[in-house]
Nanobody
Framework: VQLQASGGGLVQAGGSLRLSCEAS????????AGWLRQAPGKEREFVAA?????????RYADSVKGRFTISRDNAKNTVYLQMNSLKPEDTAVYYC??????????????????WGQGTLVTVSS
């Protein structure tokens, strides 16, 4: 699966951004989709994931729970990340990726592949 993330930018603390990730290639609906991020000098971390099933179960990192919402539109081969109440600590390059790991392990960043190029989100205080 080829993935292309977009929608990043500079925003003030408390603001919102919506990231998009368009997939092409293998059948996108066969994969769980996730957003992960990497801040300068830090390891890549899990942000959110959405199940491949029709019920579209979701999972969030504690740090973004209640502020971020992941969704997907399989007809458009696209996954979204709505980010509200942004904080300076949300500053990072955000990547979308896919995985076929069991849903119970979806927060393990090592299980993701076909990483997109990433989009930079900068939150000013």
């Amino acid at each position: 699966v080829q993935l292309q993330a977009s929608g990043g930018g500079l925003v003030q603390a408390g603001g919102s951004l919506r990231l998009s990730c368009e997939a092409s290639g293998r059948t996108f609906r066969n994969f769980h989709a996730g957003w992960l991020r990497q801040a300068p000098g830090k390891e890549r971390e899990f942000v959110a994931a959405i199940n491949r099933s029709g019920y579209a179960s979701t999972r969030y990192a504690d740090s973004v729970k209640g502020r971020f919402t992941i969704s997907r539109d399989n007809a458009k081969n696209t996954v979204y990340l709505q980010m509200n109440s942004l904080k300076p600590e949300d500053t990072a390059v955000y990547y979308c990726a896919v995985t076929q790991i069991l849903w119970a392990y979806v927060e393990d960043t090592r299980q993701y592949f076909d990483w997109g190029q990433g989009t930079l989100v900068t939150v000013s205080s």
